[in-house]
């Protein structure tokens, strides 16, 4: 049996908050095993972006990253963001360090190619360096990794938050057994979207194929756990999506929703 | 005789300049031995928050970093500049992994106390903590260190770039043979500064207090050669103060003002 390694997921929206996020940090650096942090980029880009005057770019419906985008974003993930959860980890006593693909080529993407619509500086994954990842984790050091990667060609790529921690997860299942832990402001997959409280606390291919068809899990739920799936598929041992307060809870399967094949 | 090691300072001029940066990534790739980059800041930050609307705090003639343009050189120096350094060498085939004091607690500091100036956000140096930046190197990565430091309370603090690089090299001066280079916009220490070729090719304790007493030498580079003879004094191998575009010749003592005791 391999080692534990936890990939913990926090989304924007628990960015956004500055007493939510505090209290998420305090509990991924209790955490005691080795972990990795993905985090979302939240609200603050967009502030950012409309302060400088840069419009955001939208083409049928999609969000562009242009230029002007792609250096507000690696200022704001890479930078704001990622440095404030960085230092705000050091002052737990949690030795972490602040990442993007970029860093130590952990997390190379290739430009999205231009088919019907051009999504400019966007990333997809090519491949996760998880010797490297793995060489972070051995110094004792706890990767606090921003949604950004780049290409053999020196760009940086603005990248999927949720795809960068599958991506990460299914390449370290190689060396470790891996739980990867969706943490965002809901206490999981719901059954009613109306009632919070209403959480599915467990999801197989069977039950999530009925949720589906009768349309209990719906729209934006559905990459997420079609991600989910695949990642247990490659190599990932359970997924767990679980409100931002409850990650120590989900660690022992005991809150969120649990995901399994 | 302990292996060597090159702590490599970029200025903000060749930083804002994106052939003489590219010039000078360029050769800091080819340097074929452990090696650490430090990097100043540039005008991009000024720039930024210029467009933000943040005033430039000045006191008694000193620039005060208040929170607001922490947040901008945190964006700026942390995740901008830092970034695009980062992928541009990693298309280059060098391992760079970008850092602040923060990133790894490799650069711990204390906010500046408050005599007659409160500085605001500025961060004098506390520690270098040099078994975890030879942990990186030994891992084949080369860090790539932007000018921020952390505090034990958890704040991003501004830190000037040349103090980070000298206490960068006094720290790893401990486990290597430190040869610290200063690469700018000029050739080196000029001995007439309406002449770029006019530069001192040597400078010891006593030809330094020479230039001093005559004027030769003045302002702004008193600062940083007195930084310079420090560092010789706490154990550094030598010091040069050279153009970008000449670190390769630097690093065989053919170009810029090589400093020694």
New interface residues.
Partial sequence: MSQALYVVKIGGNVIDNPEACARFLSDFAKLDAPKILVHGGGKVATQ?AA???IETQMVEGRRITDKAML?VV???????V???L???L???NC??????G????IIRSVKRPVKTIDYGFVGDIEAVNAA?VN??LS?G?IPVIAP?T?S?????LNTNADTMASATAVAMAELFEVNLIFCFEKKGVLSDPDDDNAVIASLNPASYADYKSSGVINKGMIPKLDGAFEALKDGVKQVTICHSDDLLEAVMSAAGTVIAL
């Fill in positions: 950012i302060k400088l005057q250096d690696t200022m704001v993930y890479g930078g704001l990622n440095k404030n960085v230092a705000q050091q002052a737990l030795n972490a360090i602040g990442l993007t970029a860093d130590g080529g490297q060489a972070l110094s050091l950004l780049y053999s060609e020196g760009l940086l």
